[in-house]
């Protein structure tokens, strides 16, 4: 008969996949990667982890790497500044003025800057509010159990040269530019595209696991 250990290993290996992608579903800010001096479209993902509402969404920022200007009004939700003592703006909060993102649902919020010429990581902090009253800060390092959304800063290419608008030139002989960090025909930049959601991933490992996890039981049956 087949042992049960081979069950159970099938099982805990099936568990910490499913849990690893849950784990995963925290707050980020997309893209994952942009280029010093460049204007930047820029999407916070937010998914509701629990049985109540998503209502509010704050995220601060790192003004030694890039000033946020420009926010997209979002159907169902208001949003305020924060400023510092000069004006500059340190942060948004978006409010629900309805029922929020419910248990099975994310959202996206989108804002524009620039990214400093010196910068080399944006590190997001941001702070989920659920309808019951609890926050959940995504302010930790990299691997904790909350981390902060990190966008890497990659630097200029050689030789480019920065316009009045913070827009980056291409350098001579350079290769053709990522048209995520191009301006549009209005002069305005285009928005980078967020990244592929991990989720079908999950799904065909899961399917996988499961597939395995059957032919188990069924050889262990047959030997009984």
Do not use: C
């Amino acid at each position: 008969m087949m042992k049960k250990w081979h069950i159970m290993l099938v099982l805990s290996l099936f568990l910490s996949l499913m849990t690893g992608g849950l784990a995963s579903a925290h707050v980020t800010v997309l893209p994952k990667e942009t280029t010093q001096g460049s204007y930047e479209k820029f999407a916070v993902r937010v998914p509701t982890e629990k049985d109540v509402p998503t209502v509010k969404v704050e995220v601060k920022f790192p003004l030694d790497a890039v000033s946020i200007s420009r926010f997209e009004p979002k159907p169902g939700w208001s949003y305020e500044l924060t400023k510092d003592d000069n004006g500059k703006i340190t942060g948004v909060i978006w409010t629900a003025t309805g029922e929020g993102l419910g248990p099975t649902e994310f959202g996206e919020f989108y804002m524009q800057g620039k990214v400093a010429d010196n910068a080399t990581a944006i590190q997001w902090k941001a702070y989920q509010t659920y309808k019951d009253g609890s926050v959940v800060e995504w302010v930790g390092a990299e691997g904790s159990d909350k981390p902060a959304s990190v966008t890497k800063v990659n630097a200029k290419p050689a030789g480019a040269a920065t316009d009045s608008h913070g827009h980056t030139a291409p350098a001579a002989n350079a290769g053709k530019a990522d048209s995520a960090a191009a301006p549009s025909a209005s002069g305005e930049p285009a928005a980078g595209a967020p990244a592929a959601s991990g989720a079908p991933l999950y799904l065909s490992i899961a399917a996988l696991i499961l597939g395995a996890l059957s032919f188990v039981v069924s050889l262990s049956r047959r030997k009984r």
